[in-house]
């Protein structure tokens, strides 16, 4: 079976956007969904609805693939199934390390998903000697001074890096430098990387503070609702805040009365 490092996905020379690549999975999951149930053909709505986008978009994202399906049939899934597994780079083996084996790390390691979705765990590597030759997930945990070595020898591009935030830049530099040139962190940092390498950030405490944010205005739309008119002027609107009204020493944004925001 072919590695990684010898082939790599035609998304870009095809001039595929990034919008409709990062659309992609969610058309296979869903696809791979209707395979599972031996569905021969879907719709471009019914589809579009299963992918959580709009038919619209689904059916030129489609035409970037080629794929125009038939008028009064649809889409036949396994085509779709194959030819978007392919567009991705999924009908070949991609090795991948993960970095830092603490219980997410470990997590990872365990996620059946990889293995399914054409990804192989290839190693785990940790810097701390007592985890070292450690099963985790069936996988022995390896030190990370064999880092180099390890990436050579399995023909790794990928890696994973879910390491405390302090030391994420100094193993994405270790990693670069021994060849990899695709990076999924998990570190609560923001990389640097050289040209040609990739990076996908996944931070669950941004998706959560992006919930609360959420939660918190319909919240204030709800107050709002149940207080009515009375909560503001004669006419409805909101009253000023008092430092507002009063000329007080609220802080300000560069945009005037806007409050600054700091970050967390």
């Known amino acids: 079976m072919a590695t990684g490092r010898t082939h790599r996905p035609a998304t870009r020379s095809r001039g595929i956007p990034e919008a409709t690549v990062a659309r992609l999975p969610l058309y296979l999951r869903a696809l791979t969904a209707l395979s599972e149930r031996s569905v021969p053909t879907v719709s471009s709505e019914e589809l579009a609805a299963a992918a959580g986008v709009n038919s619209a978009k689904l059916r030129k994202d489609f035409s970037y693939l080629g794929s125009y399906g038939t ?20 009908t070949q083996d991609w090795p991948v390390v993960i970095v830092g084996i603490g219980n997410l790390g470990a997590a990872l390691a365990g996620y059946g998903g990889f293995a399914s979705r054409g990804f192989r765990v290839a190693a785990l590597i940790d810097a701390d000697p007592a985890m070292t030759g450690k099963p985790v997930a069936g996988i022995p945990v390896q030190h990370s001074d064999d880092l180099e070595k390890i990436i050579s020898e399995d023909g790794v591009s990928i890696g994973v890096i879910a390491t405390p935030a302090g030391v994420a830049q100094q193993v ?13 962190n998990f570190a609560p940092t923001v990389l640097s ?10 931070d669950l405490s941004i998706e959560l503070q992006i919930l609360a944010f959420h939660e918190q205005r319909k919240a204030g739309e709800e107050a709002g609702a149940e207080s009515g008119p009375e909560a503001g002027t004669e006419t409805g609107a909101p ?9 007080g020493s609220s802080r300000k944004g560069p945009d005037g009365d806007v409050p600054a925001v700091m970050p967390a």
């Not at 008028?71 to 899934?77: A, L, Q």
């Not at 990387?193 to 996944?202: I, L, Q, S």
Request: charge should be neutral.
């Open 71 to 90: 008028r009064g049939v649809g889409y036949d899934v396994e085509y779709l199934v194959y030819q978007i597994s392919r567009e991705l780079g999924l």
């Open 239 to 247: 009253t000023a805040p008092p430092a507002a009204r009063t000329g």
């Open 193 to 202: 990387v050289p040209d040609g390498v990739d990076v996908r950030k996944v």
């Open 172 to 184: 994405c530099d270790r990693l670069v430098a021994a060849g990899v040139t695709s990076i999924l």
